[in-house]
């Protein structure tokens, strides 16, 4: 059977490059990256090496840059580091928004379970934040404001650099979860004033099981893992080196010929999809859209089940975000966009990569087109 994988927001397949990046470390140069021998020495160069290129590619020094094990642990960090932190300060404040990453949503409800103060703000029909509303909602117990960059379901870039000036004007502290817009949206940590950014590797070709964390130099922050001191004495872990070997070689290998290539693909897909009837594109159009994401929601149909004949005949989708992909509650961000209950229910979500073709697209929406109309036939909601 044929395979199509558009599930590109989950994870991505790892670039043959960096799989031969990665090797040599898991076979000759295995030392511990703490270890003060020439097996260790080499680990550490490497280690090194490697920040380097992550914090090149966001302006940023290298030093500030933070080795995780996922996007996930990052945006932990930031939310329950910041917090304990600014404890004794009496500042225990969070400004966020509704279509934030589960791990961000869920983080920031352990702390309002420990006292916290969280703003959840709304977005616009296009998944936008106001920045004046992020103004607005800033108080003098405000530490950090976390906005997403690049969203993971519906593709929508927010200004980093609008909400950044607003951030800085307030004197707080501005985090964003960039783990879907990294290499594919130009991002400059000094000009768009952003002071903690999330990274991660599997997104971008790169291996599962690493990310990074931006930490712009002089802010405190609590580490939540106490031991050797790796990291700066922020992250302590014996550091993954054959993982974030293969992350930066990912970064160093992603070209702007990719970029404009799944943007093409996308504009494409969402064109023959939007001649099906009765269909929406959810999210942002053009610039303001990852290149590689599609979320389209067809009336009367679940997204479910469209998944599922879709997944059938070797198309592999999603109906959301991959880390609650098997919950069969709607989707927060399309609730937050304003579509109804059974709306949010009928949307799919699909994502490129630069090794998806031209021909892969017209087959799936050849069959998407053929599966609609036959679940449309047998639907209660019609």
């Not at 097996?39 to 380097?52: C, V, Y």
């Not at 009336?299 to 989708?317: C, Q, V, Y």
């Not at 229910?345 to 021909?359: A, D, H, P």
Request: hydrophobic content about 35%; some cysteine; charged content about 25%.
């Amino acid at each position: 059977m044929k395979e199509i994988y558009l599930d590109n927001a989950a994870t991505t397949q790892v670039d043959k490059n960096v799989i031969k990046a990665m090797i040599p470390f898991f076979k000759e140069k295995y030392g511990n990256a703490s270890s003060l021998h020439l097996k260790g020495e080499e680990a550490k160069r490497a280690l090194e090496e490697s920040r380097k290129v992550i914090a090149k590619r966001i302006n940023a020094k290298h030093h500030e840059i933070i080795f995780t094990s996922s996007g996930t642990e990052a945006n932990n960090f930031v939310i329950k580091g910041l917090f304990f932190s600014n404890k004794n300060k009496n500042k225990n404040h969070i400004v966020t928004t509704k279509i934030e990453h589960d791990c961000v949503l869920n983080a920031c409800r352990w702390i309002e379970s420990l006292g916290g103060k969280i703003t959840y703000l709304d977005v616009n029909e296009n998944g936008f934040v106001n920045p004046k509303d992020i103004e607005k909602a800033i108080n003098e117990k405000t530490f950090l404001v976390s906005i997403i960059h690049g969203n993971n379901e519906i593709g929508t870039i927010q200004n980093l650099r609008k909400i950044g000036e607003v951030c800085r004007k307030k004197g707080v502290l501005f985090h964003t979860d960039a783990c879907q817009s990294f290499t594919k949206v130009s991002i400059n940590v000094k000009k768009d004033n952003v002071d903690l950014m999330t990274l991660n590797a599997h997104k971008i070709h790169g291996p599962k099981g690493v990310g990074a964390l931006y930490i712009k130099s002089g802010i405190k922050i609590t580490p939540l893992l106490h031991g050797g001191g790796q990291e700066f004495k922020l992250r302590s872990s014996t550091e993954n080196i054959p993982g974030i070997v293969g992350f930066a070689k990912a970064v160093k290998i992603t070209k702007n010929s990719d970029i404009k290539k799944m943007k093409k693909l996308r504009d494409y897909f969402i064109s023959k999809l939007l001649e099906i009837p009765d269909t929406r594109l959810n999210g942002a159009e053009g610039n303001q859209r990852l290149c590689n994401n599609i979320n389209i929601s067809f009336k009367n149909i679940e997204g479910e089940s469209l998944g599922s004949f879709l997944n059938a005949r070797g198309i592999f989708t999603s109906t959301g975000s991959a880390c609650s992909s098997k919950n069969l509650e709607p989707s927060h961000v399309l609730l937050a966009l304003g579509l109804n209950p059974i709306e949010a229910n009928s949307s799919i979500r699909i994502s490129l990569s630069k090794y998806t073709t031209k021909e892969e697209v017209d087959y799936a929406v050849n069959e998407i087109k053929k599966i609609v109309k036959k679940l449309r036939k047998i639907s209660p909601l019609v």
